[in-house]
């Protein structure tokens, strides 16, 4: 009896190993990018990710919404299943600057992430009322003003910038930190909000979505670099051309304003079953490269596979960095292989080919 039942149970395990062989083990790992809101353009490059690279690395990536790039670098590092996040370069170098700071908490926090790949800028689209006298970033020290939700990277970009233009903080009774939709209902509303801030590469799905109409009742800010005000936040930030392609049913003609680059980051992970995963995560991303730029989000046109030098403290994740560059090298190898000429009848007939 005993010997039946030992049987049946090494049968059964023989069962579950070969079930793990054939499928368990090879599952695709599930895994989470935390990006920002919904109609931002973080989320959308979130979903390029899901869809184009992800699935040939092996990973069913989850795209989370998120208050924003303050957030996501507290989401990844302690979030179970957050193995990526889109993070404003303003936020991640605040933590840096806190923990050279001696801010402990800062320190532990920003310490062990690691930087994938630089992506882009992103436009801050400063929204005002269409009969305000305000034209220029540097006329908003009066203002009320919205810079999003606590933990988002356009709350942090709007008070950084109004410091560094006007030399102190926003005043309390000038501030809030509401939804983007929230604050604008009451820009046109009540008009209890004068500015309201939204960061996203444009175009940023939430201004790009609005109708003719609206120009009746909106407009963006422009920011002048040679304006005095503008010295400080250069040093920081810098600045882009927002296209009126971007938002035909606002924008007559271009202009310029303030932008901030975005970073895809992860943790210094060791675990070699992570460590695959993202490696092929990164293979996957150059192999997908081309789809991304004519599939994805606009803002993939402006993304280079290129991985420069960092600020100091920051550093890229050696896995993900020796797999990308190594498949950019193979690309720029076959680039550079002359096509064997074909020989027509003609030169054979004349003996020009072997």
Known sequence: MARSVVGTLLGAGMVALLCLGSGAAVAAAEYKIVTANTKGTYFAIGNDLSKFVAPDADINLEVLSTAGSAANIK??????????????????????????????DAGTIIRPLRVILPLYNTEIHYVVRADSPMNYLHDIEKAKINGGILGSGAALITHTLYRMMFNAPIPEAQDSFLSNEEALVKLIGDKSVDV???????????????????????????????????????????YSTVNASSYPNLLTESFTTIAVGAFLVTYDYNLEYTKSHLTRFARSLCQNFATLQEKGHPKWREVSLDTPPLAPGWIYYPPTTREIRACVN?????????????????????????
């Not at 193979?330 to 072997?354: D, H, M, W, Y």
Request: net charge positive; with cysteine.
């Open 75 to 104: 989401h990844l590092r302690y979030d179970l299943g957050v193995k990526f996040a889109i993070v404003q370069a303003d936020v991640y170098q605040a933590f840096l600057d806190r923990a050279a700071a001696g801010k402990a």
């Open 196 to 238: 309201v801030v939204v960061a996203a590469g444009q175009p940023a799905p939430l201004i790009a979505n609005m109708k003719p109409e609206a120009q009746k009742y909106i407009k963006l800010l422009k920011f002048d670099p040679q304006h005095p005000s503008s010295k400080l936040p250069l040093t920081v930030y810098s």
């Open 330 to 354: 193979k690309a720029k190898a076959r680039s550079l292989v002359k096509p064997v000429r074909q020989c027509t009848a003609e030169e054979r007939i004349l003996g020009f080919c072997n």
